[in-house]
């Protein structure tokens, strides 16, 4: 997608067109910003756009309002790969995190595939928009609908401050905790109340020994509180606070989990105080890069005068396509959409993408993602090693012990 002949033999008028499609609606996506699970109008964007170039389009996949999956097949479409989209923005920041960058690019390689692919190709494309990353996780949803399942290779890059094919993350699972007390007389009569504040300190000194106990092992384990009372002559009667539990594995985080719950249950024998706990998003599991499928994303950039970092990341968080990695050989690649100094979640970082500042960036992701999906249709060898990776891997998801959420909790627990 840039003003040369490619290995995919793409006209380079067309390419620098298709190109100029996908830097418009990335900033349509930016300029207007929507949370998660409220992206109608980005993601009625992207199907508009996919329409035009002869995809069918189904909108609400896994029963989440503004997820959707767009096909286009050629021949029998035997070979089936992805590109994933995501839309949402962060509160109070908007696309501080680059989302709109993510759909523009996985759009492009979509387009892009569809233009260089025949019949004889026997592929189908797919273009799955996957909303609410920042917050439930909506690819965790969709994974366990069965969406990823069957698909030959699925990919995506995420903005980022460097080119990378090659990523790992931590599993991680949020957790709301509410402690229900007693009110009184904090001054008169202290006794005669059970104090929930004091409960959720205890909670708080019992993570941080969790921590120090736990963190040699990668585990994370921050914490905020949301309420804590109301007067201090009041005994606080009710306290709520939010942990996200992260960890190097799926089963460790589950471990973490079960450490955290352990204390929740101690403090509150202690103390009197009633507990709850919920969960404030789905269970993401680490990522797993299909590290053939990447060789070949690598391969597709280089030859694009990229030069991808793929060196183990020590400083990382966690993401929804863990989850999707279970189900299908899958990469999460990175573009350099900002210089370091702006760091992802940033109003910084999404003024940095404005106003096409990131099209060489995305047109080489799109066109690298397009002859990468284009080679794994044309090349059984490829498939077969990509497929075999894949089969070999240690097995699924962790499986949660709360139901799936499909909505953002928006209030604290009533306890």
């Not at 993510?102 to 759009?107: E, P, Q, W």
Request: glycine share 10%; net charge negative.
């Amino acid at each position: 997608m840039t003003q040369r002949t490619t290995d995919d033999g793409g006209d380079p008028q067309a390419r620098q067109a298709l190109v100029g499609e996908i830097v418009a609606l990335a900033e349509a996506i930016r300029c207007d910003p929507e949370l998660s699970g409220k992206e109608h109008r980005a993601a009625t964007r992207c199907e508009a756009l996919l329409k035009t170039r002869g995809f069918s389009v189904e909108r609400g996949t896994a029963g989440l309002p503004t997820a959707f999956v767009a096909r286009r097949r050629f021949g029998a479409g035997r070979t089936r790969v992805a590109f994933l989209a995501e839309y949402d923005a962060l509160p109070g920041i908007g696309h501080g995190c680059g989302h709109h960058l993510i759909a523009a690019a996985s759009i492009g390689a979509a387009l892009a595939a569809s233009e260089t692919a025949s019949a004889s190709d026997d592929l189908e494309i797919l273009l799955i928009g996957t909303p609410s990353e920042e917050t439930i996780g909506g690819k965790v949803v969709m994974a366990e609908a069965g969406v990823f399942d069957g698909l030959d290779g699925v990919m995506m890059f995420h903005a980022g401050h460097e080119w990378r094919t090659v990523t790992n993350s931590l599993a991680c699972q949020s957790v709301e905790i509410v402690f229900g007390g007693r009110a009184s007389h904090a001054v008169a009569s202290p006794e005669a109340g059970i104090n929930a504040l004091d409960a959720m300190i205890d909670l708080f000194i019992a993570a941080r020994g969790l921590r120090a106990r736990l963190a040699p092992k990668g585990v994370r384990l921050p914490g905020v509180i949301l309420e804590g009372g109301v007067r201090a002559n009041i005994v606080p009667d009710r306290a709520v606070a939010r942990f996200s539990l992260r960890a190097p594995t799926s089963r460790e985080r589950e471990e973490v989990v079960d450490a955290l719950l352990g204390e929740v249950d101690r403090i509150a024998r202690e103390s009197g105080c009633r507990p709850l706990v919920r969960p404030v998003d789905n269970p993401y599991d680490e990522m797993r890069t299909n590290l053939e499928l990447a060789a070949a994303l690598r391969d597709a950039l280089v030859a694009r005068g990229a030069v991808p970092n793929d060196a183990p990341r020590t400083s990382m968080g966690s993401i929804d396509a863990g989850n999707v990695a279970r189900r299908a050989p899958t990469v999460h690649a990175y573009l350099p959409a900002a210089p370091p100094r702006f760091p992802l979640h940033t109003r910084e970082f999404g003024e940095a993408t404005a106003g096409g500042r990131c099209a060489d960036a995305l047109a080489t992701a799109s066109e690298a993602m397009a002859a990468t999906a284009i080679r794994l249709a044309r090349d059984p060898d490829l498939r077969a090693r990509v497929r075999e990776e894949h089969e070999a891997a240690p097995g699924g998801s962790v499986v949660s012990r709360w139901p799936l959420l499909t909505d953002e909790p928006e209030e604290p627990a009533a306890c």
